[in-house]
């Protein structure tokens, strides 16, 4: 099995809010929750991975750092 030489890493997306993969295959898009004085937090509060074939479900993790232990796994 060849094995691909370059790791896959995760770049900010063109034309949306959050990350896509440098293969093109991933999607990952940041969620803001409640202030406490009213409309949205500035960091964002938990992260989906989506997996832009359809081949696996949509994974919501609360820090990035999962989301990349998550790619890491998949082929």
Avoid: C, F
Wanted: charged letters at 30%; glycine letters at 8%; aromatic letters at 8%.
């Amino acid at each position: 099995m060849a094995t691909n030489p370059r790791p896959r890493t995760l770049r900010r997306a063109k034309y949306a809010n959050g990350y896509v993969t440098s293969d093109g295959r991933y999607k990952v898009t940041p969620h803001y929750g409640p202030s406490l004085r009213g409309g949205s937090v500035s960091r964002p509060t938990s992260w989906t991975l989506a997996d832009l074939q359809g081949e696996y479900p949509e994974r919501e993790r609360p820090l990035l750092s999962d989301i990349r232990d998550i790619l890491k796994e998949r082929p």
